[in-house]
């Protein structure tokens, strides 16, 4: 059984990064191939009890004992590698891709989303890291002219979906057991005959952005009337 280990935003109790990570798991089953994942986490216990796959500390001082014997790196999905948050994050990404090419260890890019990308030196850091990579797959078009544009080869980069499309449907990881918590109804609301749940968007503004707030609220109105009309 060949081991293969996982570098994402795991174990942070987000659930839109566990669903990554639940997808990319899927992934791995699907090509029924004799795998054994091993998953860098910022709580290693979160991740066994939700997905059920071994996992590590994904600290820097952690990562080379993961890597030890493994059959490849797997980084990502997610928008991993930009530095509108902080130089920092994509920093410690490129820190566990090298790690892995000097440990001889075959590093694949699984459904990554690029940038933003503001620095120079960073853009370049994560251009060299493509190119030394054995396969980049990057979720959206921009994403590869991103990458394509900082240098690395057209032919080199294909372009894939987010890793959450790999869930079957009806399937997400187990939010209880990550950390997030469910809400449940209202009990008044329960009585007066309401469906009971509610439909929350946390809205986020992107620095550099249009806010966007009419397009977001009328494509929520739509999905709105569709889910009534169902």
Known sequence: MRKVVLSGYYGFANLGDEAVLAGVLQALRDTRLSVFPLVLSADPDATV???????????????????????????????????????????????????????????????QGIGPLRRGWVRRLVARAARQARLVVVRDERS?????????????VRVGADAVWLLP?????????????????????????SPGWRLCVIWRRWPGRAA???????????????????
């Open 169 to 193: 449907a009806g399937e997400a990881p187990d939010v209880a057991a990550s950390g997030v918590a469910g809400a449940e109804p209202p009990a008044e609301e329960v009585a007066r005959g």
């Open 49 to 111: 009890r939700a997905h059920g796959v071994a996992a590590a500390p994904r600290g820097l001082a952690h990562v080379p004992r993961a890597l030890r014997g493994a059959a490849a790196l797997v980084s990502g999905g997610g928008s991993l590698l930009q530095d509108v948050t902080s130089f920092r994050s994509p920093l410690y990404y490129l820190a566990v891709l090298e790690m892995a090419r000097r440990a001889g260890v075959p590093v694949i890019w699984f459904a």
């Open 212 to 230: 966007g707030d009419e397009e977001v609220g009328e494509a929520l109105g739509e999905a709105l009337r569709t889910w009534e009309q169902a």
């Open 144 to 156: 590869r002219q991103e990458l394509v544009r900082m240098g690395v080869p057209a032919q080199q």
